[in-house]
């Protein structure tokens, strides 16, 4: 049971960090977020295949000692300007839990969307994406079938 309460912990103090722009390096971002806390590990994600192999991707996990020193350095870094872009910081676990709660508010019928995922960010969700470009598509076969009637009419006459 101490082996599931050490990953739960893990989970707790590991940060994610988005929004990063592309001239941040490693080495600037553990430099900022070093003042809040012992840094235990960090991943900095890069394109591994493709035109932009070797390029950063933009975002980074970093793993606290303990989930006081996350909070901290996420209180003090989200919404702050590095190279003009405002950070996104916030726990690892935060974007799991927004997406349980936003497929639990789904499963139970509710007819409204809350879009939990973007938060101050003003991103939609998936699931509202995906229906405006089904709704689209509709539009454009309605679209397409009328102006196809509307040719066999001037054929004819």
Not at 25 to 50: N, Q
Not at 56 to 68: L, V
Request: charged share 30%; aromatic share 6%; with cysteine.
């Amino acid at each position: 049971m101490q082996d599931s309460n050490g990953i739960h912990d893990k989970c707790e103090s590991r940060l994610y960090i988005g929004n990063l722009d592309l001239k941040i390096t490693e080495a600037t971002l553990l430099k900022m977020f070093s003042p809040f806390g012992k840094i235990v590990s960090e991943d900095f994600l890069w394109h591994t295949r493709g035109p932009k192999r070797g390029a950063p991707r933009g975002f980074a996990f970093i793993q606290y000692d303990t989930r006081e020193e996350a909070e901290l350095a996420k209180e003090k870094m989200h919404g702050r300007l590095a190279c003009g872009r405002p950070l996104v910081v916030r726990l690892a676990s935060e974007k799991y839990m927004l997406e349980t709660a936003e497929n639990s508010m789904k499963a139970s019928g509710e007819g409204h969307k809350m879009h939990l995922t973007g938060g101050a960010m003003g991103q939609t969700s998936r699931s509202a994406k995906i229906a405006a470009i089904k709704n689209k598509l509709k539009s454009l076969e309605e679209d397409n079938s009328r102006s196809k009637k509307q040719k066999k009419t001037d054929d004819t006459s």
